[in-house]
């Protein structure tokens, strides 16, 4: 009987040790409930419109089971997100159709979230994210990514906002008429006198700019020109991984200025410094490639050679939140997964995740308040900023009828 109460005990006990809660993710999860956790980009409808099985199609692309990518209701409720910023995103690679484009990822948008009364429900305003997050759904903002979709047209701008749009990130990849993207080539010195007047128009009209994917130079002009704050919608520390998307420290003190928050990405080659250097070499060999060459062999190859892609990691993501703290204070955070895009990294692979990224600060000594700021107040006071100096402007002057004619001399 002695033999077998030990072996029982030797049994259930590593069993129950096992099974124990980790406190540090009990005490994350009990803080987000009292919290307004918001995403600062998520590009679900984008998977949507280019999902192969059920293009544009809602019906097919169902969120109340376990879709096709990390997003779902059900890991939305599991990860206690309570904002999100939907990206409408078009690429600016595009040739042609850029606002018909925009009509339609702003139409499937609004469509999304009107299907799922019971989950979500279209937010304007910070005042509506706060009433939202009260009945328990996902309070559901709606961000533009690429200033390309106005076609240098400040009325396009404004109905844009009259739509729904609360933030459009200035360019996308490719550099505008008025902007110089962070990745693409560089011909304004930053923003032309029209891309100043763009800032200056989404000031007046509580739309805030987002300098996310913009050059390190589009950044200065646009805090020089701001009378709002701003954000970064998806970027990480530019001295921690050497990525032009990501933030240069001098950036990051001038947030306490402006009012901003940089909302940091979870983008493997962001935040890792071997992933970001595997995909440098890749890169270059793609450019150095006879034309013609499959990509997807020179990948097979590539990855032969040099072994498969290093993987990024929550702590990594962790690590980047602890900088941008530092260097533009704690009131100047917040949190950007940008999932349904591409790679995540591990221990960050859906929406369901995020209270595992709040338990691994809490460990590094994070405080209760400082979390409730990255988790969404610090995004919420710089939108109700942002509605105030619109309201100041609208009363100071009408809106802008500038063109790019007329500032820039282009036709």
């Not at 544009?56 to 990518?69: S, T």
């Not at 995103?89 to 040739?95: I, M």
């Not at 919608?233 to 990051?252: E, K, M, Y």
């Not at 009012?259 to 080659?269: A, D, E, K, L």
Request: proline fraction near 6%.
């Amino acid at each position: 009987m002695l033999r077998y109460a030990v072996l029982l005990s030797a049994f259930v006990l590593p069993c129950a040790f096992a099974a124990a809660p980790d406190p540090a993710l009990v005490h994350a999860r009990t803080l987000l409930k009292s919290a307004i956790l918001i995403d600062g980009h998520n590009d679900l409808p984008w998977e949507i419109r280019e999902d192969p099985k059920t293009p544009m199609d809602l019906e097919g692309y169902d969120l109340r089971g376990h879709a096709p990518n990390e997003t779902d209701i059900p890991r939305l409720k599991q990860g206690q997100v309570r904002g999100q910023f939907w990206s409408v995103f078009v690429p600016g690679e595009l040739k042609e159709g850029f606002a018909r484009t925009q009509l339609e990822q702003l139409d499937l948008a609004r469509r999304m979230i009107a299907r799922y009364p019971e989950a979500m429900e279209l937010a304007l305003t910070a005042a509506d994210v706060r009433r939202i997050a009260a009945k328990g759904k996902v309070a559901s903002l709606i961000g533009m990514e690429g200033g390309h979709v106005i076609e240098n047209s400040l009325g396009a701008l404004r109905t844009y906002y009259d739509l729904g749009a609360r933030y459009m990130t200035l360019t996308h990849n490719v550099t505008l008429d008025w902007a110089d993207a962070a990745l693409g080539e560089p011909r304004h010195h930053g923003l032309t006198p029209f891309g100043k007047e763009v800032v200056r128009e989404m000031n007046r009209l509580g739309m805030l700019a987002d300098i996310s994917h913009v050059s390190a130079d589009v950044m200065r002009q646009v805090l020089d020109v701001s009378a709002a704050p701003v954000i970064f919608s998806h970027s990480s520390a530019l001295a921690l991984v050497d990525h032009p998307r990501n933030v240069p420290d001098d950036v990051l003190r001038r947030m306490q200025a402006n009012g901003g928050v940089v909302m940091v990405s979870f983008v493997p080659p962001f935040v890792n410094r071997a992933n970001r250097a595997w995909h440098v070499e890749l890169d270059k060999r793609v450019k150095g490639a006879p034309p013609g060459t499959d990509p997807k062999q020179i990948v097979e190859e590539f990855t032969r050679q040099h072994g498969p892609e290093p993987q990024a990691t929550l702590k990594d993501v962790a690590d980047h939140i602890d900088y941008v703290a530092k260097v533009a204070g704690h009131d100047h955070i917040g949190v950007a997964g940008d999932y349904c895009a591409g790679a995540v990294p591990v221990g960050l692979e859906d929406v369901s995740k995020y209270p595992d990224l709040f338990a691994e600060l809490i460990r590094r000594g994070w405080s209760d308040a400082d979390l409730k700021k990255l988790a969404g107040d610090n995004v919420l006071r710089a939108m109700a900023q942002a509605e105030q100096v619109a309201k100041r402007l609208q009363k100071e002057r009408p809106p802008s009828i500038a063109t790019i004619g007329a500032l820039d001399g282009k036709k």
